[in-house]
DNA sequence: GGGAGGATGGAT
DNA sequence: TCCATCCTCCCA
């Protein structure tokens, strides 16, 4: 398979690399298990300006990894109990992500980490074979087909930024919940 | 120091 | 439709 995407592959607009890595596999190592799903559904965050993004609301000690090189981990808690886990984009001091949303057999980003044990330990780290989570293309498949939709609980970000188009998802996967 | 609310998911 | 559950951020 091929190696893991690295820097450059991140160093992108949120929206591109969201977009790309839809049908990329996202691979975990825990022990001496591989597991490598198909990612099937991915959020874009795109910057300060966007006010769905939690930099929107400055830089503070937890968007720190969002400031961080391409390919960091931004792993945080929301609602108390689920961990949401996303990549970060663009060059140092420029904080946008992606959210990995589903991959293949597991959807909904709540459940996804929870699957893969996947929690705050891995926030702030870059997406590497060291760290037991990485992120691959194949050349080698078909690319997934895509549409977009706007993102999901987002309302609180306005009627400007809220029903901005930055959710992809595998056609072969749309019924991946309702938008 | 206090309070509101959230990039969800499971039960009712 | 309800709510579990707790961290972050804003305000005083």
Not at 26 to 49: D, M, N, S
Not at 58 to 84: D, I, K, N, S
């Amino acid at each position: 398979m091929a190696r893991p995407l690295g820097e450059s592959f991140f160093e992108r607009g949120a929206e591109t690399v969201a977009r790309d890595l839809i049908g990329c596999y996202l691979v975990r190592k825990r022990g001496q298990k591989l597991f490598k799903h198909r990612i099937t559904e991915t959020e874009a965050y795109t910057g300060p300006h966007d006010l769905a993004c939690h930099a929107a609301r400055g830089r503070t000690m937890r968007t720190e990894p969002m400031f961080g090189p391409a390919g960091t981990l931004y792993v945080y808690l929301v609602y108390g109990m689920h961990w949401m886990l996303n990549v970060v984009t663009e060059p140092v001091n420029y904080p946008a992500a992606v959210l990995i949303r589903s991959v293949d057999t597991i959807t909904g980003p709540g459940r996804l980490t929870k699957t893969l044990g996947i929690t705050g330990a891995l926030n702030n780290r870059a997406a590497a074979v060291r760290n037991g989570i990485w992120f691959v293309k194949d050349d080698h498949l078909d690319p997934l087909q895509v549409v977009r939709t706007k993102r999901i609980g987002v309302e609180y970000a306005g009627p400007i930024w809220s029903p901005k188009p930055y959710r992809f998802i595998s056609i072969a996967h749309r019924h991946t919940r309702p938008s």
